[in-house]
């Protein structure tokens, strides 16, 4: 393992390019482990793994987005040698694209090209009803009905002491951003699913308001967690050639 923020990395010979991942609100790195298997042999997969789940379940997850950000870009600094992407689902969209910004302002390589996933623009984002400082009561009863979230871990002590505050903290990432007005100057691909209750497609379409170049949307079928049943459609016909 390169360093506790990378995991399930996959190393090629004579990489040409690297894909950095970010997870979900309550994600983890895993969520990306066998991406590689979709890739050519001249593309690294990187998934990040962020405080609080799997390694490193024992620190406090980030609320913050600045110094989630910041941290990221300290740990990945060393693998920017070579040409690199970002992905990144639901929240993980709204850290790709903040990333980028960051790395712009700090004059140092930018991603050739962005993924945001399933992803709520900030303009939009800035107007949606807060949930991450709802009591205890009201936040799992938000988090019923949530795709991806089995409501049977509610029953389980370590439920509450590590996945719930790892959640709310992601929550607050994302709850509590406001986008600068610059444009990104490099290309983003903006994916998604046709029934996503919670990121529409119309609210999708509204990404073209970040990139000074046009923004390609691509919707599959599925869910707010479409991304599941769709891995290798996404990353050889999507991914893979954006990155050729």
């Not at 370590?158 to 100057?185: C, G, H, I, N």
């Not at 990139?211 to 707010?224: A, P």
Request: charge should be neutral.
């Amino acid at each position: 393992m390169l360093n506790k923020w990378i995991k399930y990395e996959c190393i090629r010979k004579n990489p040409r390019i690297r894909l950095f991942c970010l997870p979900y609100a309550g994600g983890n790195a895993m969520f990306y482990s066998k991406w590689s298997n979709n890739f050519s042999e001249d593309i690294e997969v990187y998934p990040v793994q962020l405080p609080g789940r799997e390694n490193r379940i024992g620190e406090h997850a980030i609320s913050e987005i600045n110094e989630l950000c910041d941290s990221i870009i300290y740990a990945i600094k060393p693998y920017l040698d070579i040409p690199f992407a970002i992905f990144g689902h639901s929240m993980g969209g709204i850290v790709s694209f903040e990333l980028a910004r960051k790395l712009a302002v700090k004059n140092m390589p930018l991603p050739k090209i962005i993924f945001i996933s399933a992803t709520v623009p900030p303009h939009i984002l800035e107007k949606c009803e807060k949930t991450y400082n709802l009591s205890e009561k009201e936040f799992l009863k938000r988090l019923v009905g949530y795709d991806n979230i089995n409501t049977e871990m509610f029953k389980f002590k370590e439920f509450y002491e590590y996945f719930l505050p790892t959640l709310r903290a992601d929550f607050k990432v994302v709850e509590t951003y406001k986008a600068a007005k610059e444009k990104l100057s490099c290309p983003i691909v903006v994916c998604g699913g046709n029934n996503d209750s919670f990121v529409p497609v119309e609210f999708l379409k509204e990404w073209n308001k970040y990139s000074e170049k046009e923004v390609q949307i691509k919707i599959f079928e599925g869910n707010h967690f479409y991304i599941s049943n769709n891995v290798k459609e996404l990353c050889s016909s999507i991914i893979q050639k954006n990155l050729d």
